[in-house]
């Protein structure tokens, strides 16, 4: 059974740094591209970072450019995704996706729809 869960999120002062983690089991996901996204309330869920099976190829969402960073740990099977200078509009539920599709790939997914299986989210909640 596949099972994607988030940890690291909180409650944190504009300006400051939250570490993301997502721990993947279930499947060799070492082999597969994942990613990150994000729901505001109200709004639709929307892409934040994403990266290749090895970690060579990494993209993200212009919002979040110079200020987060996604990796990978194979050999834990977890994902990261560091967020420094954290702003009001951060504020969501961090969700994890690992997508099934490209195997030993260099593609790397940013739109939901590509992705297989979700995470249940983690509150990043950014005050001022």
């Known amino acids: 059974q596949v099972q994607l869960v988030e940890s690291g999120g909180g409650l944190v002062q504009a300006g400051a740094s939250l570490r993301l983690s997502c721990a993947a089991s279930?499947?060799?996901?070492?082999?597969?591209?994942m990613g990150w996204f994000r729901q505001a309330p109200g709004k639709e869920r929307e892409f934040v970072a994403a990266?290749?099976?090895?970690?060579?190829?990494?993209t993200y969402a212009d919002s979040v450019k110079g200020r987060f960073t996604i990796s990978r740990d194979n050999a834990k099977n977890t994902l990261y995704l560091q967020m420094n200078s954290l702003k009001l509009e951060d504020t969501a539920v961090y969700y994890c996706?690992?997508?099934?599709?490209?195997?030993?790939?260099?593609?790397?997914?940013?739109?939901?729809?590509?992705?297989?299986?979700w995470g249940q989210g983690t509150q990043v909640t950014v005050s001022s």
């Open positions: 990266i290749s099976w090895n970690g060579a190829v990494t």
């Open positions: 996706a690992t997508d099934f599709s490209y195997i030993y790939s260099g593609y790397v997914p940013t739109v939901p729809g590509e992705y297989d299986y």
């Open positions: 279930g499947r060799t996901f070492s082999r597969y591209a």
